[in-house]
């Protein structure tokens, strides 16, 4: 499976933003179970294929405020830049509000 993977890698480069694969993408490029799909993105990492990545997004506004290299480096609390601007009430928010998600950049 893997290799038919790589073999799409053209196909994934047209259809993604290869520094923001997410697990849904691969899920619906390769019409895989998540389950399966979350699997190769774990096997491309460990391939050298794909960096995990983890992104911080304001439980506000829903952007992605930023993007870490490993869990250990989100700090506890977090300002949004873009909530500070428009002057909503909060802007700055704790490990427990804001959510983290997992996508992958491809390698080159
Ligand atoms: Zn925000």
Known sequence: MMESFLARKAELLELTDPDRIYV????????LPTKIAKLLCELAVKSGQFEKRYGVKCPNCSRLIKVYNTLDEIPQNIKCL????????????NRAEFDVVTFYRLRR
């Open 82 to 93: 873009s909530c500070e601007v428009l002057e909503v009430d909060r802007f700055e928010f």
């Open 24 to 31: 849904e993408n691969i899920r619906s490029i390769f019409n």
